[in-house]
C-alpha cells in the first residue's frame, strides 16, 4: 500500500514535469513559462516550426491558467483547477504530435518516472 501511494504521488509530480524540469525552475511570467515548455518538449520530440507554434499558444494559456491557479486561496480548488487545466494541455498535445511524437513523449516519462522512484527508494 505504502509503494502505491509513493507511486501515486510520483505521478501526480510528473504531470507537472514540464516545469519540475524547467531550467529556470522559477520562471515569473506566462511567457517565460511556456517559452521553457516548449523548449524541453522540442529537446524531447523534436518538433516542426507549425506544431511549436502551435503548442505554444496553448502552452501560454496553460501558463497563465497556472499562474492563476498558483494564487488561489483554496488549495484544493487551486489543484481540481491545475488538474483540469493540465489534462486539458495534454489532450492539446495529443491532437498536435505525430504517433512517433507520442510515442517519445512517453518513453521519457517512463524515464523521468523510474528516475524519480529509484531516487526516493535509495533515501529510504
Known sequence: MKKFKLITAVI????????????NPNPETADEISNTM??????????TTVQKETIKKKAKDYAV??????????KIQSYAYMSNINNNYQ???DSVLTF???AQKEKKFKERLETIVTKINSIK
Open 12 to 23: 501526480a509530480i510528473l504531470m507537472f514535469s514540464n516545469f519540475i524540469l524547467a531550467v
Open 38 to 47: 516548449v523548449e524541453n518538449l522540442d529537446k524531447d520530440v523534436a518538433l
Open 65 to 74: 491558467s497556472l499562474l492563476q491557479a498558483r494564487t488561489m486561496s483554496d
Open 91 to 93: 489532450s492539446t498535445l
Open 100 to 102: 512517433d511524437q507520442k
